[in-house]
T-cell receptor, first 110, second 113 residues
Framework: EADIYQTPRYLVIGTGKKITLECSQTMGHDKMYWYQQDPGMELHLIHYSYGVNSTEKGDLSSESTVSRIRTEHFPLTLESARPSHTSQYLC?????????FGPGTRLTVL | DQQVKQNSPSLSVQEGRISILNCDYTNSMFDYFLWYKKYPAEGPTFLISISSIKDKNEDGRFTVFLNKSAKHLSLHIVPSQPGDSAVYFCAAKSIDTGNQFYFGTGTSLTVIP
């Protein structure tokens, strides 16, 4: 059973706030991912990481940053939240080609 | 442009019958395909996968078929059970961008008792 955690599960904030979505895994996986998903839509890659101190941008990365200082921790930061950031954010870690997803963070920006 | 497409947003099937979920793709560089299952308020969970060198992979009630010439794969669930009711996502990996995965929009399966 995979152990990957995301906090908070739900977040409602005002425009312009800086927020950090937390993601942690206990499986020691090197590869980790952040996706954004709107209802009825596909998962869009925001950022991914090969391992500690190694991150790459995905299709939707321009308004967010990530860090990977420890293998188990992969936080996502939005410097200035906007209503267009309202979405579900999914974190995943990967072994071979299989990804293990966290439960997601539902973000609403007012 | 969406490279993985699931054209059926929803599917309803009677318990005990076969569920067939379909997925089409456009990128001929895709070499590995996966199916994920998602319940409400949870993240997707891995279900079954297939390499492009195969045309079928089976795991219990779940079978994935790959037709490379048609760029089409399907997931068969036999027999369908009410607990199978969930959203199913098809995903693919490209041989030239090995760390990125492309997902479809999902098909919501309802198995009617």
């Amino acid at each position: 059973e995979a152990d990957i955690y995301q906090t908070p599960r739900y977040l409602v904030i005002g425009t312009g706030k800086k927020i950090t979505l937390e993601c942690s895994q206990t499986m020691g996986h090197d590869k980790m991912y952040w996706y954004q998903q709107d209802p009825g839509m596909e998962l869009h890659l925001i950022h991914y990481s090969y391992g500690v101190n190694s991150t790459e941008k995905g299709d939707l990365s321009s308004e967010s940053t990530v860090s990977r200082i420890r293998t188990e921790h992969f936080p996502l930061t939005l410097e200035s939240a906007r209503p267009s950031h309202t979405s579900q954010y999914l974190c995943a870690s990967r072994v071979h080609y299989e990804q293990f997803f966290g439960p997601g963070t539902r973000l609403t920006v007012l | 442009d969406q490279q993985v497409k699931q054209n059926s947003p929803s599917l309803s099937v009677q318990e005990g019958r076969i569920s067939i979920l379909n997925c089409d793709y456009t990128n001929s560089m895709f070499d590995y395909f996966l199916w994920y299952k998602k319940y409400p308020a949870e993240g997707p969970t891995f279900l079954i996968s297939i390499s492009s060198i195969k045309d079928k992979n089976e795991d219990g009630r779940f079978t994935v078929f790959l037709n490379k010439s048609a760029k089409h794969l399907s997931l068969h669930i036999v027999p369908s059970q009410p607990g199978d009711s969930a959203v199913y996502f098809c995903a693919a990996k490209s041989i030239d961008t090995g760390n990125q995965f492309y997902f479809g929009t999902g098909t919501s399966l309802t198995v009617i008792p």
